[in-house]
């Protein structure tokens, strides 16, 4: 059984769905997906509540252990649950425009 995303990796599945309790969906991927950055943003900005501010910084520094490359870029994990894991050699188009510029609204703007 999956110990869960955060307590691995800190960074979550592509996706888990767990109506079915005996035979959950899950795929443990992910793909440099932006869109927790942008909740925790709009969190932020609506509440001024500085948590939201502290899970933005762990996910960066989570996808900076797991997913940076040496070589340069990064790169899409196939397992959230594994430190281990192995690396998908892809980076998505949309990785360093919307998932950096909210980080660095999130972190440094405000």
């Known amino acids: 059984m999956s110990t869960g995303c955060l307590v691995v990796t800190y960074i979550a599945p592509l996706t888990r769905k767990l109506s079915d309790r005996m035979n959950p969906s899950y795929d443990a991927r992910y793909i440099l997906r932006p869109e927790t950055i942008e909740s925790l943003f709009i969190a932020y900005r609506l509440t001024g509540n500085?948590?939201?501010?502290?899970?933005?910084?762990?996910?960066?520094?989570?996808?900076?252990?797991?997913?940076?490359?040496?070589?340069?870029?990064?790169?899409?994990?196939?397992?959230?649950?594994?430190?281990?894991?192995?690396?998908?050699?892809?980076?998505?188009?949309?990785?360093?425009?919307r998932w950096f510029v909210c980080l660095s609204i999130l972190l440094f703007f405000f």
Do not use: P
Request: hydrophobic share 35%; proline share 0%; aromatic share 12%.
């Open 50 to 97: 500085e948590t939201y501010r502290e899970q933005g910084w762990k996910i960066f520094e989570a996808i900076e252990k797991h997913c940076k490359l040496k070589e340069g870029g990064y790169s899409s994990v196939a397992n959230v649950d594994d430190v281990k894991t192995e690396r998908l050699d892809k980076m998505e188009t949309f990785f360093l425009v």
